[in-house]
């Protein structure tokens, strides 16, 4: 396969430097494409699709009424990340999320951070995600968010940003697993050459963390995993991580609350407590007695169990305040406020439109700027600037008018590209990259994370429910004594 | 194992079986009925009445002739019996219990499902039936196969044969009392060549008919047909055979008491049946008592493993903590 025609224009290539040589790390895989036929590659491809047709890789996209599942979209040329840089990053990670319970724990107690006036408190007040019913709630360790999905993105000259952390039920790492799989498939002599740090481990140490959590300390502690059911389109993921710990996949009814206020599950043994729950509903869906009292998902009782210390919740209940997106131009200030220390991985410079000075100077460049609500996930109600129209742009000053809590604003990023195989030859296409951390006594980062990547030519956005695709992504140490 | 996937995995079974049931019955009648000359009481309402859905047919159609019964079987979304029903039903079980079943099992399903959606209106026409049919019970064969070779014979698997008995004795009932009333209340009217082709076919409907010559080496005929299928132990579809499964299969699950104590009941009362008194006037009556006490089967074991108002249980669980 002839990389000449490689265009690398204006961005910062994961794989290939502007002069078209590999970077450090990337120079088997490269060496490896080019002697491929474009034939060879396309037969590659197939046997990945085929892999991911019969391991039944899936997600659901809902479309006209009615619920479709999807096969997984995957490229198969992988990108790959120097160890020595990614260790880096991972300390950043571990930084960052602990700072970020450290502020949890702050708002839903004392709440010194905004007595000393690091943050405002009107944030908090206007802040979606903020549950006034976990106020003096202390979670085992402190930590609220045992499990974040941290959005990263390269920019032009090589820096890595935070773009967003996903505190409340972060989907993907299903995939980020299953890509390694179906790599091996494709791939299988390319791993002889290099020395990829696994990631298989994610399921037990999700397990761990989360048994670390269990209120009651024994050897086996009884994890479920709470699905809002098939309709929802991350069940494939809901039921992989179920099977992979060996937890049961429960819906809301099979749960309920003894007297004793601690949390069952219905079996066809009788009832057995449960102890944990790894619960992939939000916040306003787990508890009808207190939030959203039409909710068929919960389980009626489950907060009054989760404050008595009968059952443990991943993540808390209200670990959301902290994934608000003006929230999240804060976090830089809680790392020096909490930890003492510079922040390892920086924020993408943002605009917060709360604030009258920033709004002004978003509303007059909003042709160059990305703007975005503060509580969507999904890319949703997103408005980037110079792929808008005039129409959109309008749209968007009347919403920021309207409500400037909502909304943030940040310089479009001109993130970074891999190569990917499109129709009959490589080209650049532009991706982020979320890793998964875990945290309880420990903290722990998947080695790498899942690649997401933007199919259409050209195109930024990312996610898989508006046409993203997905790479595997390799973490790559120096061979040693491996030839 | 969750209540809720033991459930599904019980329906799973009954709807296989269904199907596979549903395919045969319609497949063997219809090509008989062809043949049968007009003196001959069957006809297409009997299908109806075997299925029990009387009621239901007559609100949907005026006459019981062939098309409509055929559609009404094989094809109507709205007869919760018939084959694209069932299918349906099967693979919404299975999409809710995936992390269970084995994934080859699940793309058949799929496939199986996709099947029945595109052809089934062959089905209604008489050059497509036998192929349609014969496609779906070959389908029910491949799942059944599947399974039992490559899931691990737990719990999951056995709930899938609780059902699948339950619902394959039930149908031999229906098969055996309908075929009986023909040709018990007429006959006289009834040349014998046809009373033989009769029987033949009841036992056919139930895939017994060469099982049946090896058994009984006897000329066929009804006292030996009812005893064959209802208590050859060794004929998967007889009664007794059925109830022999549905007590191995719930002695292996915990709280088994209630369930148990009714299956072995109606053990006993096949087993010490007086066929040649049954075959003057009382098989009917006989009949019903054994769908009540299927019906019964079911019933505890849903209430045992599936139901639960929370509250009850957990008062129970109480009194076995604190006494």
Redesign the interface.
Same mark, same amino acid.
């Given at each position: 396969m002839n990389l000449k025609n490689y265009k690398i224009d204006d961005y910062y290539d994961e794989l290939l430097n502007p002069k078209r040589q590999a970077r450090p790390g990337a120079g088997k895989l490269i060496n490896y494409l080019k002697k491929l036929t474009p034939e060879e590659l396309q037969k590659r491809r197939y046997a990945a699709e085929l892999a991911i047709k %019969?391991? #039944?890789i899936t997600f659901t996209v809902y479309s006209q009424g009615e619920n479709i599942d999807r096969e997984w979209p995957y490229d198969i040329i992988p990108r790959i990340i120097p160890l020595r840089e990614w260790q880096k990053t991972e300390e950043g990670l571990k930084q960052r999320l602990t700072a970020l319970n450290h502020f949890i724990d702050d708002i839903y107690n004392e709440q010194k951070i905004i007595r000393d006036k690091v943050i405002p408190a009107e944030i908090l007040k206007s802040s979606k995600n903020f549950r006034k019913e976990c106020t003096g709630m202390k979670p085992v360790f402190g930590v609220w968010a045992h499990i974040c999905g941290s959005d990263l993105v390269r920019d032009k000259d090589g820096t890595m940003f935070v773009l967003e952390d996903n505190l409340r039920v972060p989907s993907g790492v299903s995939y980020m697993l299953e890509n390694r799989k179906v790599t091996k498939r494709v791939f299988p002599e390319l791993f002889e050459d290099y020395n990829i740090i696994p990631m298989g481990d994610y399921p037990s140490n999700l397990f761990d963390t989360l048994c670390s959590i269990s209120p009651r300390p024994l050897d086996f502690p009884e994890v479920v995993v709470l699905t809002p059911? @098939?309709y929802n389109s991350a069940y494939f993921e809901h $039921?992989?991580l $179920?099977?992979q710990m060996g937890a049961?996949?429960? /819906?809301g009814?099979?749960l309920?609350i #003894? /007297?004793d206020e601690c949390v069952?599950?219905? %079996? @066809? /043994? #009788?009832?057995s407590r449960v102890d944990v729950i790894y619960r992939r509903i939000d916040d306003l869906f787990l508890d009808p007695e207190v939030f959203n009292p039409d909710s068929m998902l919960g389980v009626p009782g489950l907060m009054r169990a989760w404050k008595k210390g009968n059952v443990a919740l991943a993540n808390a209940p209200g670990a959301g305040v902290a994934d608000d997106k003006v929230v999240y131009t804060h976090v830089p200030d809680m790392i020096r406020y909490y930890l003492d220390a510079e922040p390892i991985i920086p924020n993408v410079p943002s605009f917060s439109c709360d604030n009258e000075k920033e709004r002004s100077y978003v509303l007059a460049n909003l042709e160059n700027l990305v703007v975005k609500p503060a509580n969507e996930s999904g890319g949703y109600g997103m408005l980037v600037g110079p792929h808008s129209t005039r129409r959109q742009r309008q749209e968007m000053a009347r919403l920021v008018k309207a409500r400037p809590r909502n909304y943030i604003a940040q310089p479009v990023i001109a993130i970074s590209t891999v190569p990917t195989l499109s129709d009959n030859s490589i080209e650049p296409r532009h991706v982020d990259l979320r890793p998964f951390t875990l945290q309880s006594d420990r903290t722990h980062v998947t080695a790498g994370g899942l690649t997401r990547v933007a199919l259409v030519k050209g195109s930024l956005v990312v996610n898989s429910s508006q046409g993203g695709g997905s790479k595997d992504t390799w973490v790559v140490a120096p061979n040693q004594g491996r030839s | 194992m969750l209540s809720r996937v033991a459930e599904r995995m019980y329906w799973f079974g009954r709807y296989l079986e269904r199907a596979e049931n549903m395919a045969r019955l319609v497949n063997v009648n219809a090509s008989l009925l062809l043949d049968l000359p007009r003196m001959v009481k069957q006809t297409w309402g009997d299908l109806i009445n075997i299925t029990g859905c009387s009621d239901l047919f007559y609100d949907r159609h005026e006459k019981a002739e062939e098309r409509n019964v055929i559609r009404f079987l094989v094809a109507e979304a709205g007869n919760p019996g018939s084959i694209l029903s069932s299918i349906r039903m099967l693979r919404e079980n299975v999409r809710t219990t995936r992390e269970i079943m084995p994934s080859e099992a699940w793309e058949q399903i799929n496939e199986f499902h996709i099947f029945v959606k595109n052809n089934v209106n062959s089905a209604l026409k008489r050059d497509g039936r036998h192929e349609f049919l014969d496609a779906v019970l070959n389908f029910c064969h491949l799942i059944s196969g599947l399974l039992s070779s490559s899931m691990s014979h737990g719990e999951a698997y056995n709930f899938t044969l609780i059902g699948r008995n339950i619902e394959r004795a039930d149908m031999t009932t229906r098969i055996i009392d309908v075929g009986c009333l023909n040709l018990i209340h007429h006959p006289d009217s009834t040349p014998e060549t046809y009373d033989n082709i009769l029987w033949m076919n009841i036992l056919r409907s139930l895939s017994g008919y060469q099982m049946y010559r090896q058994h009984m080496l006897e000329r066929i005929n009804g006292e030996d047909v009812v005893a064959f299928l209802m208590r050859d132990k060794e004929f998967p579809r007889a009664i007794i055979h059925c109830l022999d499964e549905l007590n191995e299969c719930v002695s292996r699950l915990p709280k088994n008491d209630y369930p148990l104590r009714s299956i072995s009941r109606v053990q006993r009362a096949v087993q010490e049946l007086d066929v040649i008194k049954l075959m003057n006037g009382k098989l009917h009556e006989f009949i019903d008592t054994l769908q009540v006490d299927l019906a019964d089967i079911h019933s505890q074991v849903s209430q045992t493993w599936f139901d639960y108002s929370s509250n009850e249980v957990l008062a129970e669980q109480d009194q076995a903590r604190t006494g």
């Open positions: %019969t391991m #039944g059911g @098939i $039921a992989f $179920a099977q049961e996949l429960v /819906e009814s099979d309920v #003894g /007297e069952y599950m219905k %079996t @066809i /043994e #009788g009832l | -």
